[in-house]
């Protein structure tokens, strides 16, 4: 089947775009609910993505932290150091792969990548999971029906496709969708490699 290679860039959003959240500067006090204190300490230590806030709906940093299935993925955020960005205002559209799929590389290939001389290309693989604005599964649809592919945070577009009633994106099948303060998480079956290539 001819597919267009046609693709998509939201207004004002670019691979940039996504760097310059990790420098926005963190919540007042009256927007989390949080101390003085304790924006003091996750300014000046940890960043906002640590900030506590139990009134809140949860942002996408803290549904995969609640996630059993995602703790791979919580560590390697965590290695690459991009916790802030899954915590900043968005929205960002996130393909969270579950611990199984990133079982399912070749042996060793986490353990290598979590390495501190990998952090780089780590950040790279990571940040190629999400896509800059908020996607459900029926607008991803749409886009694949226009032809079109999805903008990634790094730069490059994915394919969409429908089989059988199942979206994938980039060949991971979408198993369930989490909608977030900060964006939407979709929980796919397959690691995106395309950063390490």
């Excluded at 501190?116 to 996607?135: D, M």
């Amino acid at each position: 089947m001819f597919k267009q290679r046609s693709a998509i860039r939201l207004a004002g959003f670019t691979a940039a775009s996504l760097l310059l959240l990790t420098s926005c500067s963190p919540p007042d006090a009256a927007q989390t609910g949080a101390s003085a204190t304790e924006l003091s300490d996750a300014a000046s230590n940890k960043g906002q993505a640590f900030v506590q806030d139990e009134g809140s709906k949860p942002n996408i940093l803290q549904i995969a932290l609640g996630s059993p299935d995602h703790s791979t993925l919580v560590a390697a955020v965590q290695a690459a150091s991009l916790e802030n960005v899954l915590v900043n205002q968005g929205p960002l559209t996130v393909f969270a792969p579950t611990n199984d799929a990133f079982a399912a590389l070749p042996e060793g290939t986490v353990d290598d990548l979590l390495k501190p001389e990998n952090k780089a290309a780590l950040a790279k693989i990571v940040t190629s999971h999400a896509a800059p604005g908020k996607y459900s599964t029926d607008q991803l649809q749409d886009l694949m029906g226009r032809g079109m592919q999805l903008y990634q945070a790094t730069g490059h577009y994915v394919d969409i496709e429908v089989r059988d009633g199942d979206t994938y994106v980039n060949g991971a099948k979408i198993l369930g969708t989490v909608d977030a303060t900060n964006g939407v998480v979709h929980v796919v079956d397959q690691v995106f490699l395309i950063a390490a290539n």
